[in-house]
């Protein structure tokens, strides 16, 4: 998730919950519609239910399933204590979700036990002994990656990407306030035990995973996988950004630039992993929304089909420029009565992808594309 987050982080297959979509290979041409459900599990524990364009009540992963989601993101943490989610039970509990229903999963390494965003890295309480011995942080760093994969994999969960760190502007692993400028000794040697591991198990197990870096929007995206690259961090297949226009200094008229000198400058893949649109500006409980009116651009509405128009036309740019995906940031976080550090409620209800009824709305069509585009 973002800085502001953690500073204040139908089709007639839906009358049919058999009937499952296919798992295509992907092609040159293929493009990931993706989801970020890793608050699922939660809210419904919490009691939400969800429903899908007919107003019929169905599990949330077979709605984004049926809709034309082929790709499902979950954030983990090392060990939380502070919430009894994404640990690695939950996490499993997730990707089981999307693989039995014909979806692919990138798993998102924060390396941390809590939120980790463009201000805040923060190391894992049972590693603050080793912060300032590069070398046994890395160990630890590659034997928790590798271990955590060996986990998934004797599970039958294996993801087919994986993030090396959350929104990794700074340097990762890090206590308190971030320090800057970045210690590059210390933070490639630190990413490369993390790529390392990955590599160490796809080969020791014959299963290709794809490995993605990922920056918070794209003007960070361009001076970070520069100094990344001089630095030696080179052998990973995405480049993974976090666009929310609200924080950006590019709109949807300009930011395509930014995307395609990414994809040219370091001849790696391209997705949207993090982005989202308000649906409308009202609150449906005490958690106040993080998206306002002040997230509008491109004369947009808040509304469902505002929120449709800005994914359609986030589809068209990052297609243009070469990049070959987006993933919907927590489309099914919900209102519901549990609370967050910050507030009883959901602070996304007014972003989701459905409403404040629980009814899948317009914006779900964004999945559309996929039914279409990727057969």
Known sequence: MFTAFCLMGCSSSEDNPEEQPNNPTPSEDFFYYGADLSYVNEMEDCGATYKNTNNTVQDPFQIFANAGTNLVRVRLWHNPTWTDYSNIEDVKQTIQR??????????????????????????????????????????????????????????????????????????????????????????????????????????????????????????????????????????????????YPIWSSYDLNNVGSALSSLISTYDKKLMIVETAYPFTLDNADEANNILGSDALINGLPATQQGQLNYLLQLETVVKEAGGEGIIYWEPAWVSTNCSTLWGQGSHWDNATLFDHNNKANLGMQFYNGSQTNNQ
């Not at 300032?132 to 039958?156: K, P, R, V």
């Not at 990794?168 to 971030?178: K, R």
């Open 98 to 243: 999307a693989k039995s229903l014909g979806m692919k999963v990138l798993l998102d390494f924060h390396y941390s036990d809590t939120w980790a965003d463009p201000e805040t890295q923060e190391i894992p309480t049972a590693w603050i002994p080793e912060i300032n011995n590069t070398t046994t942080l890395g160990s630890l760093l590659y034997d928790y990656t590798l271990e955590t994969l060996n986990d998934l994999n004797n599970s039958g969960l294996n993801p087919d990407m994986v993030q090396v760190g959350n929104e990794i502007n700074g340097m990762i692993l890090q206590q308190g306030d971030l320090v800057w400028p970045i210690d590059w000794n210390r933070n490639s040697f630190l990413l490369n035990k993390g790529i390392q591991a990955i590599r160490d198990f796809s080969q020791q197990h014959s299963i290709d995973i794809e490995i993605m870096l990922h920056i918070a929007q794209p003007e960070n995206g361009l001076w970070w996988f520069e100094q990344a690259s001089q630095n030696g961090v080179t052998d990973y297949d995405w480049i993974g950004l976090s666009y």
